[in-house]
């Protein structure tokens, strides 16, 4: 069989690969949260929800994987439902989505970009608050932090980026 992708008897050997992307502006008077950890900061990321770019970032690769959209779709800021939402909640029905369409998360990979505030202590509380919410063993998720060496707006501490990338594996057909 040609490509990389092999499927089994069943069909159900397909494997999906998404990835996300978010940023947001750092604004004093707002909580600082990433992967849904609260982070002492001076200044929290601004957005219609609680601007937590790391779990957009995860949400937009899961929803890529499943070919399901992105947020914007799913959770658009136009709807005032959505209103400082937590964005553990959005993260909860992702995974509802994933596992509608038949698959099931195999990992999760994270950067968070920030110049400040230091992210290296909180990597392992947004691990353990990333695989909770998405009911999946630890060592399932990475989470890593870089710098942008002083670079652009995320260097001058204007705001905070993530990128991730997500593995789903077929489980059963979608239901229509």
Not at 40 to 45: Q, Y
Request: aromatic share 4%; proline share 3%.
């Amino acid at each position: 069989m040609g490509g990389a992708m092999h499927q089994g008897a069943d069909g159900l050997n397909e494997y999906r690969v998404g990835s996300g992307f978010d940023s947001h502006r750092l604004v004093a008077g707002r909580p600082l949260l990433l992967g849904g950890v609260p982070i002492e900061h001076d200044r929290g990321l601004l957005g219609h929800s609680d601007g937590d770019c790391v779990i957009h970032a995860v949400c937009d690769a899961l929803l890529g994987a499943a070919s399901a959209g992105d947020m914007g779709v799913h959770f658009p800021s136009s709807d005032e439902r959505w209103k400082d939402m937590k964005s553990l909640v959005f993260l909860d029905e992702v995974r509802r989505i994933v596992s509608t369409r038949g698959y099931a998360i195999e990992n999760v990979d994270v950067t968070a970009i920030a110049q400040a505030p230091r992210l290296a202590p909180h990597l392992s509380a947004m691990r353990e608050s990333l695989s909770k919410a998405l009911a999946i063993e630890a060592e399932r998720v990475s989470v890593k932090a870089k710098s942008a060496d002083g670079l652009g707006a995320i260097g001058r501490e204007e705001g905070v980026a993530a990128m991730a990338t997500a593995l789903l594996r077929r489980t059963r057909r979608e239901r229509l």
